[in-house]
């Protein structure tokens, strides 16, 4: 199966400007997520789909950071305007689990894309 | 509060030596604990997941809900092993809290 795709993968801005992340999660996989992953850190997840619906956006800096998942498959994530601890790598991933159905196979199980590198100049 | 501790950066072994990378969680559930492998310019990946009690690439690692651990281990060591390993906890909504991962280095 093809994997998570997420374009660009690396992108330089200026303080202020604004950038904008795409991924395309793998065929049928209900559940999308945006991780930020700082230089050094682990991931921490921005938010979290299901379907087209938003299941945890509670880390998200909602004064700066946007992302919508329109028709429940490709997903967009925005930052305007970007300041310079915004630099990191931006992961996308996708799980077939489906909220409330841990027990699933596969439900919790995430594919990563390859991320998109920010640098905030 | 969920979290999840890797309380070294980075391990580094010789080829053949045992390995332990060490996770350490919080979380007042009944939690679902996974490993996560990074190889050197490959994306993030599933290594293993407790509930599946399986061993990958050698790698075994046991949840034990009395010390809230759940450490990574390997009898031998391989080089082709050094990579960024990440700790991850699953929430009842699905959320992955990943830790700050260990930097396994095999050398020769």
């Known amino acids: 199966e093809a994997g998570v795709a997420q374009s660009p993968r690396y992108k330089i801005i200026e303080k202020r400007q604004s950038v904008a992340f795409w991924c395309n999660p793998i065929?049928?996989?209900?559940?999308l997520y945006w991780y930020q992953q700082i230089l050094g850190q682990g991931p921490k997840l921005l938010i979290q789909?299901?379907?087209?619906?938003?299941?945890?956006d509670s880390q998200l800096p909602k004064d700066r950071f946007s992302a919508e998942r329109l028709k429940g498959v490709d997903s967009t994530l925005k930052i305007q305007p970007a300041k310079l601890e915004d630099s990191a790598v931006y992961l996308c991933a996708s799980s077939s689990g489906q909220w409330g159905l841990a027990g699933v196979s596969g439900a919790n199980v995430l594919t990563f894309g390859a991320g998109s590198r920010l640098t905030v100049l | 509060a969920q979290r999840v501790t890797q309380p070294e950066k980075l391990l580094s072994v010789f080829k053949g030596a045992p390995v332990e990378l060490k996770c350490n969680y919080s979380y007042s559930g009944s939690p679902e604990l996974f490993w996560y492998v990074q190889y050197s310019r490959q994306r993030l990946q599933l290594l293993l997941r407790h509930i599946s009690r399986e061993s990958i690439k050698g790698f075994t690692a046991d949840l034990n809900k009395g010390e809230t651990s759940f450490h990574l281990k390997k009898p031998f060591a391989q080089e082709e092993d050094s990579a960024m390993y990440y700790c991850a906890l699953s929430s009842n909504t699905d959320k992955l809290i990943f830790g700050t991962g260990t930097r396994l280095q095999v050398f020769p």
């Open positions: 789909f299901q379907n087209n619906g938003v299941v945890d």
């Open positions: 065929s049928g996989h209900a559940t």
